[in-house]
């Protein structure tokens, strides 16, 4: 038996790489090795280990060639990068125009915690430091990942993932790249992105492709009503209910004052304050909302900032399911490869089921099950005893 026939959908695989033209830009070895990548990532007992993918995708040769595949093997991960935005972008594409929806652009940020190394550690990780973390609202070593998604209706596709080194590019400059990736279209497009992304140059970056940003707000931003230079939070205390609306978004009602003018980060700009509605107007309690496309109502664009959520769930789901912060490789070039690798992965999830990664992944679980009932049922009428049949799947 060869090893790759208990890959999930072998010919399946095969058809996807030659569609995506994975071919072009890699060797037959090179591929050898990322089909097993992403068979032993979407495997259920994957735990973010080298072993783990030589178990789960049955590899034969020696867990140390998984190892030097990351570390030193002659490949470019930057092409494989740009296949998943490519793929990505035409999917997604598709169902803008499919549906007559805007495309969404899901810009955010997650830490993947590692232990702090002791002084004495010879073999440190490389890349890891303090990183504020917003799940845990402290700083926490490791490494931090810019993460981006495309979205239209209820579909969602990666994007884009870089490894944030303290010592190169900011966090800012990862999003700007990011953005810049994103091919224009006729679809509209927003870019929506938590209260720590709307800086100068991520707005300049997204105005010039065309793109419309809708985004959180720091309650110290300033902006000038009747043009009085004040922060958010000082002008919030002057605002009471009659000079709000009462806004629904799902199940949650709030009360939401509106301002269009001029802001210190754009000439013209809509500017949302809003508060849960029955908690009062306490200016701490406030959350703030930017968007540069004026036409939009409160709901729409308090409507579209809710899509935002995906990315939250994403990283949720591949931390959890995918072992995103589970690797133990060293070096800063093989996490980021593995990190590529499992981009790579959730795409090939998420459009094997019409963009929803999480049922992707248990749709690929699922079948490689029945593909192992069906090869064990196969070599068993073809004669082959139980401790062939064993050692051939590697339980023996």
Known sequence: MSHTYILSQENHWNNRFEEWKLPLFF??????????FVDGMLSTGFTGTL?????????????????????????DASYLERIVQRVAFQQVKA??????SPLFVILDDTVCEKTKPSSQATHMIQGASFQHSHLKRRHVYGHAVVQTLLRSGDQVFPFATARYDPQGKSKIELAGDMIQAVPMSSCRTYVLMDSWYPSASVLQTCAERGFH???????????????I???????????????????????????????????NLVENAVLLLCWKDGEGFDPKQMKAFLSTDVSLSNEEILNFYSKR????????????????????????????RYLTLLLFSALCCTCRNHGSLIDGIHGYRIQKKHDMIEYIYNQAQRGATLDQIKTRLRVA
Request: with cysteine; aromatic share 10%; proline share 2%.
């Open 51 to 75: 072993t783990d993918i030589q178990r789960e995708s049955l590899q034969e040769r020696d867990r140390r060639t998984l190892s030097h595949f990351l570390t030193h093997g002659k490949w």
């Open 309 to 336: 959520w995906a990315i939250e769930t994403y990283f949720r789901t591949v931390k959890v399911q995918l072992a995103m912060d589970r690797y133990q490789v060293r070096s800063a070039q093989a996490i980021d």
């Open 95 to 100: 169902c803008a125009q499919r549906e007559r």
């Open 27 to 36: 060797s037959k070895p090179v591929l050898h090795h990322i089909k097993h």
């Open 229 to 263: 230079r004040q922060s958010l939070q000082s002008f919030a205390s002057y605002i009471s209910k009659t000079d709000t609306d009462l806004v629904t978004i799902g199940s949650s009602a709030y009360r939401v004052y509106r301002y269009e003018g001029k802001l």
């Open 213 to 227: 940003v809708i985004s959180g707000l720091k309650t110290n931003r300033i902006f000038y009503p009747q043009g």
